[in-house]
């Protein structure tokens, strides 16, 4: 099935939105895939960010946040994605294919950047499932190795599968031309809940036991040196924060950097 803009003779392009081709296309799981399209020469953003993105298969085509899980100085645009049968968006989006043409609104925005935080020693990124897609492009800026001495990512997935995205993106780090010399400042944590495996059990829970903290080796969160972002779904993201709040950190925001900061949009 394609998707391409060529083969709707009738579409017109809406105002403020970019065509941009797919150029590949990997399925990890049933529920998983990521994609890389085209960049816009005109399209800036800062690593951490989302965008809308959508189809050209609807005379109104539905948009949907995404954050942009390539790296700011990345001459393609990369998205992890799930796959939702009945997804307004998602059921049609799985089904792309190379030189489909996917939607791309102008303008980027969002929390999970370096600007957002006060400076500190050592920042955390919290993820569950496709959260990770904002850390995979803030893990791939040589901002944030510059910024802080010690980066821990953490992604929690149902099953083991479902981690290699987040495996596969630390590994390739070694071999990175910007960050490759300063990747070892970075820790990648995995866990499952519906698996048996080293770490098993919900983020939250781990913290709240010292688990996490023993597994890595690590003193517990400090709002002195610890610096924190969150991205997963809405019960995650609560929950996530009430545990960084009961360590003494704050939620800060663009207009006002605190010590942890939580992405707020979604997809279908």
């Not at 083969?7 to 990521?34: C, M, W």
């Not at 997935?157 to 990175?176: S, W």
Request: proline residues 7%.
């Amino acid at each position: 099935m394609s998707l391409d803009a060529s083969n709707q003779p009738d579409f017109a392009i809406p105002t403020g939105v970019f065509a941009e081709t797919v150029t590949s296309i990997e399925h990890y799981t049933d529920r998983l895939f990521k994609f890389r399209i085209t960049r816009p020469a005109s399209f800036r953003f800062r690593s951490g960010e989302f965008v809308m993105i959508g189809l050209p298969n609807a005379e109104k085509p539905i948009f949907r946040a995404y954050s942009i899980a390539s790296p700011s100085w990345d001459e393609e645009l990369e998205f992890y994605s799930i796959k939702v049968p009945d997804g307004p968006l998602t059921q049609h989006l799985q089904k792309i294919q190379p030189g489909d043409t996917v939607l791309m609104r102008k303008k980027p925005t969002g929390t999970l950047v370096n600007d957002a935080l006060l400076p500190g020693r050592r920042l955390w990124m919290f993820s569950t499932g496709t959260g990770i897609a904002p850390f995979a492009s803030v893990m791939r800026d040589p901002e944030t190795y510059e910024k802080f001495d010690d980066i821990i990512v953490t992604h929690t997935c149902r099953e083991v599968a479902e981690l290699k995205y987040g495996q596969d993106l630390v590994q390739a780090l070694k071999a990175d031309p910007l960050v490759g010399e300063m990747a070892h400042a970075l820790r990648y944590y995995g866990s499952v809940t519906r698996q048996d495996h080293d770490h098993t059990g919900r983020i939250t829970d781990l913290m709240r036991s010292g688990k996490l903290f023993d597994d890595l080796g690590v003193p517990p969160i400090t709002p002195e040196i610890d610096r924190g972002m969150i991205c997963g779904s809405k019960a995650m993201l609560a929950d996530t924060k009430a545990v960084l709040e009961g360590f003494g950190l704050q939620e800060g925001a663009n207009n006002k950097p605190a010590t942890f900061v939580v992405e707020r949009a979604f997809v279908d």
